[in-house]
């Protein structure tokens, strides 16, 4: 395959996998300020979740809706499948540039 086909093939595949995301999400339980909760009350809490990145070499995170809850993670997913495909591509450019 020549590089204009394996780019074109690659940038396809992103395209296809978009969108995309690189992290994690982490559930964890936390109190609510009202008095009267029965849930808090009981020692469950209240499900939080966050996405929890990199940047600049540093740990981050953001709180994610309930609501996206499913959008972040198939976006976390793709961008998974994206590293792959980039893996995958990198070692085929590696043989192309032996083979020179």
Same mark, same amino acid.
């Given at each position: 395959?020549?590089?204009?086909?394996?780019?074109?093939?690659?940038?396809?595949?992103?395209?296809?996998? &978009?969108?995309?995301?690189?992290?994690?999400?982490?559930?964890?339980? =936390?109190?609510?300020?009202?008095?009267?909760?029965?849930?808090?009350?009981?020692?469950? @809490?209240?499900?939080? &979740? =966050?996405?929890?990145?990199?940047?600049? @070499?540093? =740990?981050?995170?953001?709180?994610?809706?309930?609501?996206?809850?499913?959008?972040?993670?198939?976006?976390?997913?793709?961008?998974?499948?994206?590293?792959?495909?980039?893996?995958?591509?990198?070692?085929?450019?590696?043989?192309?540039?032996?083979?020179?």
């Amino acid at each position: 395959m020549g590089k204009s086909e394996a780019k074109a093939k690659l940038v396809s595949e992103v395209e296809r996998l &978009w969108p995309a995301a690189k992290g994690s999400v982490r559930e964890y339980h =936390q109190k609510c300020v009202k008095a009267e909760c029965r849930r808090c009350a009981s020692g469950k @809490g209240h499900p939080v &979740w =966050q996405l929890t990145y990199y940047l600049d @070499g540093r =740990q981050r995170s953001k709180h994610i809706p309930r609501s996206l809850i499913g959008d972040v993670k198939r976006a976390l997913a793709n961008g998974r499948k994206i590293e792959a495909l980039l893996v995958k591509s990198g070692l085929g450019y590696l043989e192309e540039l032996k083979g020179k």
